[in-house]
């Protein structure tokens, strides 16, 4: 966004300073969203794939929380319009690794040919993102997080 001044005369009137004052008030009280990237499981394709989330944040500052938005990636919202949600911590060393995995699961959904396995059958789609150590929120993914997303959704 531009950045933009507006200088005031000294002989306006008040009723277009009170008018200034609630679009700027209403202008920085808008949420912001931003998108990360994610690994998305979908029953519709052969290959998972580095997708990007829509997350909205509490504020303006680095450090606000990131709040995913998983229903923009999973499908068939008629048939299940609720998604559930589960958090996975991995160690690997010294690394510690969290991830948040967003799946929709459900008799009348599609199967997923990459979550099944077996006698194992997953209908739906997921999700899985990355979170933060210091702020527990969500936060883009890098290339070695895409291998252990695998790992941990192949498991």
């Not at 450090?63 to 229903?71: L, Q, S």
Request: net charge positive.
């Amino acid at each position: 966004m531009v950045n933009t001044h507006t200088y005031i005369l000294p002989t306006s009137s008040a009723s277009y300073l009170n008018s200034l004052f609630v679009f700027y008030s209403h202008h920085l009280n808008q949420t912001l969203e931003f998108h990360v990237r994610c690994r998305l499981y979908s029953a519709s394709w052969s290959r998972p794939r580095q997708v990007t989330m829509l997350t909205r944040c509490s504020d303006r500052s680095r450090n606000a929380k990131r709040f995913p938005i998983p229903e923009s990636l999973l499908n068939d919202a008629s048939v299940q319009p609720y998604v559930h949600n589960c958090f996975v911590t991995l160690h690997e060393g010294r690394c510690i690794y969290q991830f948040c995995i967003f799946f929709k699961r459900h008799c009348h959904l599609r199967i997923n040919t990459l979550l099944s396995s077996g006698d194992n059958v997953f209908r739906g789609d997921a999700a899985i993102t990355r979170v933060g150590t210091s702020a527990g929120s969500v936060v883009n993914m890098r290339a070695r997080d895409n291998a252990l997303a695998d790992f941990i959704m192949y498991k």
